[in-house]
């Protein structure tokens, strides 16, 4: 399994990938957290708005990213999970 940490980049190579974003449940001083997902250009830039994948915004126009939701466990973790 592959981790990024925090604020970390990772190119992602051409097969199909599910990311899940792992955290403890809010409450208590755990803020809520929001996974989302910028898609680059070859020149690493994101050229507009639809290249943003979130809450809002659950699937990129090409299909390529979407965001499938939040699961939470029995431990009060919480997971939202990309593909």
Do not use: C
């Not at 190119?11 to 997902?37: K, L, T």
């Not at 070859?42 to 699937?59: H, I, K, M, T």
């Amino acid at each position: 399994m592959t981790k990024i940490v925090k604020g970390g980049n990772l190119p992602v190579p051409g097969q199909v990938w599910r990311i899940a974003v792992v955290r403890r449940a809010a409450g208590d001083g755990v803020p809520e957290v929001d996974a989302s997902a910028l898609l680059l250009d070859a020149d690493g830039r994101v050229r507009g708005d639809g290249d943003l994948v979130f809450y809002n915004q659950p699937a990129h126009t090409s299909g390529a990213v979407r965001l499938l939701g939040q699961v939470r466990d029995e431990e009060q973790r919480v997971a939202d999970w990309l593909e």
